[in-house]
C-alpha cells in the first residue's frame, strides 16, 4: 500500500506559478514511478506527467511541456510539480499517482496504469 498526499495547490494568476508537492508513504519509495494527472469539470482525468524512480527523463504532455517540471526527492519520498507560464486550461484537479516499477524505464501515461492516487489538489488559474 502507498498512500499519497498532494498540497500546494491554490488560486494563480495567468502568467503565475505554482508548485505542487506529493508526499508518498507505506512501500518503497525507490522502486515506484510517479506521476501528475489533471482533471478538469466534465472532463476526463489525464496525463500531465511523470517520472521514474531513478529521477532522470521526466516524460511529460505536449499540452504543458517546457512550463511544468516534474522532480523527486527520494530520501524526503516527495516528489514536485513546478508550474509556470499558467493558463487559465491548466485550471483543475491535479493527482499524483504510483505506479511499481523497479526497472525505472517505463513512461506511462494512462490512469490506468498507476496504482495508487492521491486525494488531488485544486488549481485555480484565473484570467
Known amino acids: 500500500q502507498v498512500q499519497l498526499v498532494e498540497s500546494g495547490g491554490g488560486l494563480v494568476p495567468v502568467g503565475g506559478s505554482l508548485r505542487l508537492s506529493c508526499a508518498a508513504s507505506?512501500?518503497?519509495?525507490?522502486?515506484?514511478?510517479l506521476g501528475w494527472f489533471r482533471q478538469a469539470p466534465g472532463k476526463e482525468r489525464v496525463f500531465v506527467g511523470a517520472?521514474?524512480?531513478?529521477?532522470?527523463?521526466?516524460w511529460y504532455a505536449d499540452s504543458v511541456k517546457d512550463r511544468f517540471t516534474i522532480s523527486r526527492d527520494n530520501a524526503a519520498n516527495t516528489m514536485f510539480l513546478q508550474m509556470v507560464g499558467l493558463k487559465p486550461e491548466d485550471t483543475a484537479v491535479y493527482y499524483c499517482?504510483?505506479?511499481?516499477?523497479?526497472?525505472?524505464?517505463?513512461?506511462?501515461?494512462?490512469?490506468?496504469?498507476?496504482?495508487?492516487w492521491g486525494q488531488g489538489t485544486q488549481v485555480t488559474v484565473s484570467s
Open positions: 507505506g512501500r518503497t519509495f525507490n522502486s515506484y514511478t
Open positions: 499517482a504510483s505506479r511499481y516499477d523497479s526497472t525505472g524505464y517505463g513512461t506511462p501515461t494512462s490512469p490506468g496504469l498507476y496504482e495508487y
Open positions: 517520472i521514474s524512480w531513478k529521477g532522470s527523463n521526466p
